[in-house]
């Protein structure tokens, strides 16, 4: 069983300009969550996907979004980016709903803004 | 709000060396509890979880018991081993979102 995708791995983008980032979560999981990981504020929760619709969401500004497909795909985007966006985004999807669920975390999306 | 708080690291340890990682919460009600551990270059693994006081969570010789007077949940392993070298994140489950500690890397030598 395939775990969960996230691509690309790498990515280096310039201020100002605008990111999407997919994540292919594993078979049959619903649930789609995404943080954001960084050496000064550590993981922070960004938002929840569930059935194609947004449950749940952290403390970021609105240039943070996402969504999610009828096959459970789920992409987010940063507009204009600014210099402390860089970080590693990681994906987590589990059957259900909720974070007492086991995720499954991705290997990340490692974004640089220069 | 809520939050974690785990011991800072580095904790660099000899192999079969007995392992304590302090994490401390503070949350309203009564959330479930997580270790979670990061090997370099993936993403986050579950290692063990408790959902109510008293709980011991447990896996690969790892263990923390869920103690609800003094809000911690620390992690033990009796003997550790290289393999285990590796960041520990410690989280709580409060309204449907995972909080997490900064995380304590391990280092395990030969």
């Known amino acids: 069983k395939a775990g969960v995708t996230q691509t690309p791995r790498y990515l280096i983008k310039t201020r100002g300009q605008q990111v999407t980032l997919s994540c292919s979560p594993i078979?049959?999981?619903?649930?789609v969550s995404w943080y954001q990981q960084t050496p000064g504020q550590g993981l922070q929760f960004l938002f929840e996907?569930?059935?194609?619709?947004?449950?749940n969401k952290g403390n970021f500004p609105g240039r943070f979004s996402g969504r999610q497909f009828s096959n459970s795909r789920s992409e987010m985007n940063v507009s204009t980016l600014e210099l402390g966006d860089s970080a590693l985004y990681l994906c987590?999807?589990?059957?259900?709903?909720?974070?007492?669920?086991?995720?499954?975390f991705g290997s990340g999306t490692q974004l640089s803004v220069l | 709000g809520d939050s974690v708080t785990q011991m800072e690291g580095p904790v660099t340890l000899s192999e079969e060396a007995f392992l304590t990682i302090n994490c401390t919460y503070t949350a309203t009600g009564y959330p479930s509890l997580f270790w979670y551990v990061q090997y370099p270059g993936e993403g986050l693994q579950l290692l063990l979880k408790a959902t109510k006081a008293d709980d011991k969570g447990s896996n690969k010789g790892f263990e923390a018991t869920y103690r609800k007077e003094t809000t911690s949940f620390h992690l033990e392993k009796g003997s550790v081993q290289v393999s285990d070298s590796a960041v520990y994140f410690c989280?709580?489950?409060?309204?449907?979102?995972?909080?997490f500690g900064g995380g304590t890397r391990l280092m395990v030598k030969p």
């Open positions: 989280a709580l489950n409060a309204g449907n979102m995972l909080t």
């Open positions: 987590a999807s589990s059957p259900l709903r909720g974070a007492n669920e086991k995720l499954f």
């Open positions: 996907y569930f059935s194609e619709t947004q449950r």
């Open positions: 078979s049959g999981h619903r649930s």
